[in-house]
């Protein structure tokens, strides 16, 4: 069958409709620009349920003013192809004034975790990533929904907020996929230059760095930050925005010992014109060492 | 049918998932306390949907501080009987603890429009009506939910959410209902003395004096306001909380001209030891007229 084109949350609801009852949906929210974590993703759902969307919209809620909102990269017909060569069933693709009404006026907060990490400096993206999250599970009704580690926040915030919220919709988390360099995908890898890219490695080897560092017997989480900090520092072309080891069951600044829990979150921008902002995180004392 | 008690919200969901499917599936969210008002909203669900689901949660969300969470009427076998009475198929009656996860943080927020009115003497009331009806709507799914107009605002901020967060479910509106004299029926007015009982009449009484107002060829708002005020400011007994004349379709303050949307809203405290908040409200200018 073909991937179809869902333009409007009535074709959306019409061809949802018509499906038998009982016919496992599953969601795949993105906003385009497919890669290899998106793709990752897309399988796993076609390997688990019977109809899959996969939703392609750039979300305006969810960047600030100065964001890359208007260049973020929108290669439909390309990310049409994949969705088809992976046998979609359909793409939830929406123009903005089909999805916001006129007096748009309600939001989805997720309280102080949100102000952390990621949320200090993009203020109001968490509720802007909750809000669009919850209408596309509104307008897509999945029974379960897929979402890359890479946001690691993102995707903490928003199984909290479905066991919050009550929603009926398993969350299936899938791990971070890398550039055979260690570049964790993203879509806006696509804005790196030839030296923008070497310096994006800064945020992979902070982590090298770190898993190094847990080694040591009793390190702390200080230390833990400063060896990951440090790598950044290397890079003459790289600013920092924060690193942060966390306990991933509560997404909340690590004691002074380095549990078997401990998370390193971080940013950094890498200095192009404009600055690209980079994302990663990795669990440093995964169950299986 | 002997109507069904609903304790978690996984009995809820095993009962609906044993339904056939295209089982139209309707909700009346209340705080239990039933009265002629709710009973209203129960017959109309019963005459358009299949399956009527009455839910009794007082929720502690939208209470503050010093509000009467603790003292607010609980009387389940009452409850019960009534829904028995009316042919209600089940009763969705959980614990806080089954509700709420431990580390609960995602809210709905309605925007600047919660502050005024009702919002602007109780803080945060409003996220947390949103927030436990998004709740009802996850756990239940209904294809139809029934609000009453005697709590105007919250019927217009719970409107704008399912339009806003694209919710696949029909608001339907109730009128209020009314005693003889003109009280409007709520669950608080148990809370009432003899005295107290007497006093509460300000409110439908300032807006008699209000529709008689209208009347005046030219009227301005501010002279709407002023007498219905006059009126509450008879009874010595009450406190105004606010009188307000909004555009109903907007539930924005109106401008100096007195439209066919004119809706007076009110709130006042009865002077009981504790004082009982009421609200009231009515279209100024129905189309009937």
Do not use: W
């Amino acid at each position: 069958m073909p991937t179809q084109i869902l333009e409007s949350k009535a074709a959306a609801k019409k061809l949802l409709c018509s499906l038998p009852s009982r016919t496992r949906v599953a969601l795949v929210p993105t906003m385009g620009s497919l890669h290899a974590g998106h793709l990752s993703l897309i399988k796993r759902a076609r390997q688990d349920a019977d109809f899959v969307v996969v939703s392609i919209f750039v979300n305006p809620l969810q960047f600030g003013k100065n964001e890359d909102f208007s260049r973020y990269p929108r290669p439909f017909e390309k990310d049409f192809a994949l969705c088809q060569n992976e046998s979609v069933d359909a793409i939830f693709h929406p123009d903005a004034r089909d999805i916001f009404s006129g007096s748009f006026g309600s939001t989805i907060e997720g309280g102080p975790l949100t102000k952390l990490y990621c949320g200090k400096s993009r203020p109001g993206h968490f509720a802007g990533v909750l809000t669009i999250v919850s209408m596309l599970f509104h307008i897509i009704k999945p029974h379960v929904a897929y979402f890359g580690e890479k946001d690691f926040q993102q995707l903490f915030l928003i199984k909290r907020m479905v066991r919050d919220l009550c929603f009926d919709i398993d969350i299936v988390p899938m791990p971070i996929v890398r550039e055979a360099d260690g570049l964790a995908m993203s879509s806006r890898n696509i804005y790196l230059d030839g030296p923008g890219r070497r310096s994006a490695l800064a945020l992979s080897q902070a982590i090298k760095a770190a898993r190094e560092a847990v080694q040591t017997p009793e390190i702390t989480r200080k230390e833990v930050i400063h060896r990951a900090t440090a790598v950044l520092e290397k890079y003459p072309e790289v600013r920092k925005d924060y690193v942060s080891l966390v306990d991933e069951r509560t997404l909340l600044p690590l004691g002074d010992e380095v549990l078997k829990t401990a998370r390193l979150l971080l940013a950094a921008y890498v200095c192009n014109e404009p600055a690209v902002r980079l994302i990663d995180n990795a669990l440093l004392t995964p169950t299986s060492s």
